[in-house]
């Protein structure tokens, strides 16, 4: 048996697999195949057997190329908070599956009758539509047959990684990892298990959903591979960026971006931060990381980009050159995310003249993001974690606009992870990690940026941004 693992990542727009040499972590073939999805004001979501056929589909592409015969174990990761809903006699989806973007679950979020405090110590998050619970009570209420397996008791609801397990396993396996359960908001990160007051505030029965394993664990097999990893998609991206390690901090562009910070096995809750878990197995316990979502990223630009503005991310740097800084942008498309936590804000553009151009608002997106994310670490600094040195992935970070800009304002250093594919490659290496291997031997893509202006011209810069954040806030209505 040769040391190859398959990686899996079902991520918001597309299925993705590749082969991952175990011993050095080099990628010897990948294959994306792009995911459909309806999209539209507070809709997010995505047909069942799409998600199961675009994630085999890129599987077996990769399977094809060596035979199952050489490969170790398949890595599961997949995006976390979006929830499917299925019929356990035939492993089909009852309704359209919604997206973690999905918001039509906000009024039931509203009604639920804990507090935000209870939420908070008991599963790390916030009771907001972002998360799982309020999208199942949405369908139950919103989809006749949905009700009626659940009166069945003929429903499973699960996280995506779950919905894959069941179907490549052809049934055997109903289960996911506490990374996934956690985002259903029904379980306790405290006691690691569902957590009756949290079902009973949504009126739902543990029954529906899966068994909570460790990360790395047994969860079958498909096509004779033993699959032994099952893990968020943040978490798997942040452990190929450093997150393996206590005291590590990244920054992920995707759709959406996300700050996270590994605080070890202690806990700590600060408000308007949630508090996740990390990978986990039967010798180690989770370690807890410091997370901080933005609600949108990449999804900004697609915006733009929809509005008419005729642009692609890889032509950032050119736009970076000519725009000027005069133009602010709040990018608060869907809101904004920690510590916020505003469903309600809209985006707001200032500073527009006669003379600004199509660059200086596009631009402005991207320092609005850089900044966003600078409140987010300045705020934990008032918390007391200094973060001294970050890592940077994701598709928006690759030009390297994201990461200078961040480095300038926060004057400190940033490496940014040159390989794209973050996700995949994490998972195959916590994968890796506890099935032996050497994984700190594993070649990083690192490329470093430094400061490139003034400390003075950073606090100026920022003090700017504040001045029009605050004001931007009070725009909205």
């Known amino acids: 048996m040769s040391d190859i693992i398959i990686s899996l990542d079902q991520g918001s727009s597309n299925s993705r697999a590749a082969l991952i040499e175990a011993k050095t972590g080099k990628i010897l073939a990948k294959k994306f195949v792009p995911l459909p999805f309806e999209a539209s004001q507070n809709t997010f979501c995505y047909d069942g057997a799409s998600l199961y056929n675009t994630q085999i589909e890129a599987l077996l592409e990769v399977l094809n190329q060596v035979g199952s015969s050489e490969i170790t174990a398949i890595a599961l990761s997949a995006q976390r908070s979006t929830i499917v809903l299925w019929d356990k006699d035939n492993g089909s989806a009852l309704c359209p599956v ?9 009024k039931i979020s509203a009604q639920n009758l804990l507090s935000q405090q209870v939420f908070h110590q008991k599963t790390g998050l916030y009771n907001t539509p972002y998360f799982s619970a309020p999208k199942i009570k949405w369908c139950l209420e919103n989809y006749p047959h ?21 179907r490549m396993s052809e049934g055997k396996i109903f289960a996911c ?18 957590d009756e007051e949290l079902l009973q505030s949504f009126g739902l029965e543990k029954t529906i959903l899966p068994e909570v394993k460790h990360s790395f664990d047994d969860y079958g097999s498909y096509d004779g591979i033993p699959i032994k990893l099952c893990l968020g998609d943040q978490q798997a991206a942040s452990a190929a960026c450093g997150l393996l390690k206590e005291g590590s901090a990244n920054i992920n562009y995707g ?32 370690d807890y990381i410091l997370e901080a979502p933005l609600i949108t990223a990449g999804s900004l630009f697609t915006w733009l980009q929809k509005l008419g503005f005729d642009f692609t991310l890889q032509t950032l740097q050119d736009i970076a050159k000519k725009a000027r800084e005069e133009v602010l942008f709040l990018p608060a498309l869907g809101g904004l995310g920690a510590p916020w936590w505003n469903y309600n804000l809209k985006p707001v553009i200032s500073g527009l003249e006669v003379a600004s151009t199509k660059e200086d608002i596009i631009f402005a997106a ?29 598709g928006l970070s690759k030009d390297g606009v994201l990461p200078q800009l961040q480095s300038d304002i926060l004057q400190i250093p940033l490496a940014q992870q ?3 594919e973050t996700t995949l490659i994490g998972a195959a290496a916590v994968c890796a990690k506890n099935m032996g291997y050497d994984v700190d031997a594993w070649q990083q893509n690192l490329k470093l940026y430094t400061p490139k202006i003034s400390a003075q011209d950073a606090i100026l810069k920022y003090q700017r941004w504040r001045q029009f954040f605050d004001w931007a806030i009070k725009q909205n209505f």
């Not at 919604?98 to 906000?106: I, Y």
């Not at 990892?177 to 569902?194: H, S, V």
């Not at 959406?256 to 408000?271: P, S, V, Y």
Request: aromatic share 14%; net charge positive.
């Open 98 to 106: 919604l997206s973690w973007l999905d918001g039509r679950a906000a």
């Open 146 to 166: 949905v009700k009626k397996a659940y009166e069945r008791g003929r429903l499973c609801v699960g996280p995506v990684s779950s919905f894959l397990l069941w």
């Open 177 to 194: 990892d506490g990374t996934f359960a956690q985002r259903t908001l029904l379980y306790n990160i405290n006691t690691k298990t569902w």
């Open 255 to 286: 759709t959406g971006a996300f700050f996270l910070l590994n605080i070890g096995q202690k806990q700590d809750f600060i408000d308007g931060i949630l508090t996740s878990l990390s990978w986990d197995s039967l010798e180690k316990n989770a």
């Open 366 to 394: 991207v320092r609005g993001l850089n900044f966003i994310m600078t409140d987010i670490i300045y705020y934990l600094k008032q918390k007391g974690y200094n973060i001294a040195s970050l890592q940077m992935s994701g």
């Open 418 to 420: 040159e390989e794209k």
